[in-house]
């Protein structure tokens, strides 16, 4: 089945530890993206790649980090420097960046920094 | 800047008709879409409308665009229990925006 992972469905944390959050497609995608959720609020864009070994700020990058070494997997690190981690993020990826390509979503990881 | 409203809660009583409004900003939007997102999990994309079409169905679901007024609904006949969710608008020129999303409910 061809599809988005991402691991773990829940992690816990605690404050000024780095954690790294999994994102796998085997979709052969070329985009990918992050998004973090808060409750009550729309999906706010945190990275995206459009390409292997390159990869943009979205609107929140502040305190977060990606890498893109493999088209199917963007890791997202979330450091220590963010302020609020506490929140629902979920991966995306889509054939391309342009207006033609709908994306499509993992499942989601909650991340809980106490 | 873009920006997509949308209310955020709407009740219907199951067998009924939901429809969920959006409006958005950005004139230039090439494609609109519509998203469902079910309690813990991700979001599954429902439909989608072309900035040039007025109306989609697909089966329970239909979608009215009307461009002139930057409004965009979401019809879904005969709601169901299992059409509890979030529901997102969206709207996409060169990067895609999201609206807050509509919780609905469905009532017994």
């Known amino acids: 089945d061809g599809g988005i992972t991402q691991s773990p469905k829940y992690l816990f944390r605690k404050e000024g530890q780095n954690v790294t959050l999994s994102c796998e497609q085997n979709?052969?995608?070329?985009?990918m993206y992050w998004y973090r959720q808060d409750p009550g609020q729309g999906l706010r864009l945190i990275y995206y790649s459009q390409i292997v070994n390159d990869f943009q700020k979205g609107d929140i990058a502040e305190g977060y980090s990606v890498s893109r070494e493999k088209k199917e997997s963007f890791p997202l690190t979330v450091t220590s420097a963010q302020k609020n981690p506490t929140a629902f993020y979920l991966c995306a990826s889509s054939m391309g960046q342009g207006s033609t390509y709908e994306q499509y979503f993992g499942p989601g990881t909650r991340l809980t920094v106490t | 800047g873009e920006d997509v409203e949308q209310s955020l809660f709407l009740s219907v009583r199951e067998g009924d008709s939901s429809v969920i409004n959006c409006t958005y900003t950005?004139?230039?939007?090439?494609?609109l879409y519509w998203y469902k997102q079910e309690p813990g999990a991700g979001l599954q994309l429902l439909t989608y409308?072309?900035?040039?079409?007025d109306m989609k169905q697909d089966q329970r679901l239909t979608v009215l665009l009307n461009k002139k007024d930057k409004h965009l609904s979401l019809r879904i006949a005969d709601t169901q229990t299992g059409d509890s969710a979030i529901y997102f608008c969206a709207e996409r020129d060169d990067k895609i925006i999201f609206g807050k999303g509509t919780r609905l409910h469905i009532l017994p």
């Open positions: 950005d004139s230039s939007s090439t494609y």
């Open positions: 409308i072309f900035s040039n079409m």
């Open positions: 979709l052969n995608h070329d985009a």
